[in-house]
């Protein structure tokens, strides 16, 4: 997250030092169009500036939700663990429970008749 603020903090400080540097040296008539030609050559160069910034917006919320959706998938797959391990623990406490009653009533070392 702090990598893409200096990303963006460096676009933004390049494009103002642009902006300064050609504000300098520029001629006088520089923003003049001269023809419908150099209008529509400026209008493509606009729209294709837009397009790539709206292409990188996309890919970053795209890189977002594959992240999301991984962990998504990953927490889908912890629930079946985990419940197939809860379904586990009831059976082992069940088989515990029934060893323990055998133990109390000394079914499982001798019968009861061999005193």
């Known amino acids: ?5 200096l990303i963006w903090t460096c676009c933004f400080l ?3 030092s642009g902006a300064i540097w050609g504000a ?5 008539n ?7 030609h150099d209008f ?10 837009v397009a790539v910034a709206l292409a990188i917006i996309g890919l ?9 959706a991984s962990d998504h998938e990953l927490a889908r797959k912890m629930a079946v663990i985990i419940q197939r391990y ?6 082992l406490w069940q ?14 070392v001798h019968e009861q008749n061999d005193y």
């Open 14 to 16: 390049l494009f103002i």
């Open 1 to 5: 997250m702090h990598n893409d603020k």
């Open 86 to 91: 809860r379904i586990e623990l009831v059976d």
């Open 24 to 28: 300098n040296i520029r001629p006088n």
């Open 40 to 49: 529509f050559e400026i209008l493509g160069s606009a729209a294709t500036v």
């Open 60 to 68: 970053n919320r795209w890189k977002i939700e594959i992240g999301a």
């Open 30 to 36: 520089f923003f003049v169009i001269s023809n419908v």
């Open 95 to 108: 088989f515990a429970d029934s060893a323990s009653r055998q133990n109390e009533s000394e079914h499982w």
